[in-house]
């Protein structure tokens, strides 16, 4: 665990600006909850935060933290990493749903990224970006949010939107790992709008995950996992698979050192 003596980090979370405005907590992006994990925590973080527009500076509270930047472009990324201790990566490119889709008559929905917002652009250059640029300033410690999934190429996610979002993240991951700056790799299942910390936590490897019936976790779980990841040197070097057992079932988990211990992959 941190040395409760020692100067607190500063960690910078990118993605922090949230989908909608946040009336329901469970039901934000996660990066918005990971920066409000943080900053609620402003006795052991000094917590800074990346959005792409004005309007997600406002939306989580604007102030000298909070930066505006392009993770397409490099440059846009060194004033927000100068000086940082620990990076949050939790930038993704969204999928949208065409318009015009009656689930009444049948058939599919149809999806797609916008022009320049496709995974390579952000999931493969936009955290490529990040990670050089955090490497350049001397950062101590990566925490990257992949996905389940990665290792099956033709995993019906990356034909939604022809955009292969599996693939791009799976190549970022390597990329962190391969770098020489310590991380922690978190792959997520499904993710849930649901309460956190009331679920028992389960960690793998290799989508091993993805034959069981354990294959989702709430958004709020995923986000404290972030923060405790900071926390141990047991999470450096390593990556996971993370799910939760469903509610009431289990015991909720509390003890990370524990968790963290039963994580042996690099990757």
């Given at each position: 665990?941190?040395?409760?003596?020692?100067?607190?980090?500063?960690?910078?979370?990118?993605?922090?600006?949230?989908r909608?405005?946040?009336?329901n907590?469970?039901?934000?992006?996660?990066?918005?909850?990971?920066?409000?994990?943080?900053?609620?925590?402003?006795?052991?973080?000094?917590?800074?935060?990346?959005v792409?527009?004005?309007?997600?500076?406002?939306?989580?509270?604007?102030?000298?933290?909070?930066?505006?930047?392009?993770i397409?472009?490099?440059?846009?990324?060194?004033p927000?990493?100068?000086?940082?201790?620990?990076?949050?990566?939790?930038t993704?490119?969204?999928?949208k749903?065409?318009?015009?889709?009656?689930p009444?008559?049948?058939?599919?929905?149809?999806?797609?990224?916008?022009?320049g917002?496709?995974?390579?652009?952000?999931?493969?250059?936009?955290?490529?970006n990040?990670?050089d640029?955090?490497?350049?300033?001397?950062?101590?410690?990566?925490?990257?949010?992949?996905?389940?999934?990665?290792?099956?190429?033709?995993?019906?996610?990356?034909?939604?939107?022809?955009?292969?979002?599996?693939?791009?993240?799976?190549?970022?991951?390597?990329?962190?790992?391969?770098?020489?700056?310590?991380?922690?790799?978190?792959?997520?299942?499904?993710?849930?709008?649901?309460?956190?910390?009331?679920?028992?936590?389960?960690?793998?490897?290799?989508?091993?995950?993805?034959?069981?019936?354990t294959?989702?976790?709430?958004?709020?779980?995923?986000?404290?996992?972030c923060?405790?990841?900071?926390?141990?040197?047991?999470?450096?070097?390593?990556?996971l698979?993370?799910?939760?057992?469903?509610?009431?079932?289990?015991?909720?988990?509390?003890?990370?050192?524990?968790?963290?211990?039963?994580?042996?992959?690099r990757?």
């Open positions: 665990m941190a040395d409760s003596s020692a100067p607190r980090p500063t960690v910078l979370v990118t993605g922090a600006g949230g909608t405005v946040c009336a907590p469970q039901a934000c992006n996660l990066g918005n909850i990971v920066y409000n994990k943080l900053k609620e925590r402003s006795e052991q973080f000094i917590t800074r935060g990346l792409r527009t004005e309007e997600g500076k406002q939306k989580i509270g604007g102030g000298d933290g909070v930066y505006i930047g392009d397409r472009d490099q440059n846009h990324l060194v927000a990493v100068q000086g940082i201790d620990a990076l949050i990566i939790l993704s490119a969204v999928l749903m065409k318009p015009g889709f009656d009444s008559k049948g058939g599919r929905p149809e999806f797609y990224y916008e022009d917002m496709y995974p390579e652009q952000v999931d493969w250059i936009g955290q490529k990040q990670i640029t955090a490497k350049a300033a001397g950062v101590k410690h990566i925490v990257l949010v992949g996905s389940m999934g990665g290792t099956n190429p033709n995993h019906p996610l990356n034909s939604l939107g022809n955009g292969n979002i599996l693939v791009w993240k799976r190549k970022s991951e390597q990329y962190l790992a391969d770098s020489g700056v310590p991380y922690t790799i978190i792959r997520p299942g499904g993710l849930q709008d649901k309460d956190g910390g009331v679920r028992e936590l389960i960690v793998g490897k290799d989508d091993e995950l993805l034959q069981t019936g294959k989702s976790i709430p958004r709020a779980d995923v986000a404290e996992v923060v405790q990841a900071l926390q141990y040197e047991e999470t450096k070097f390593k990556a698979d993370l799910a939760s057992k469903p509610e009431g079932t289990g015991t909720p988990t509390k003890d990370f050192k524990s968790l963290f211990s039963q994580v042996t992959a990757f």
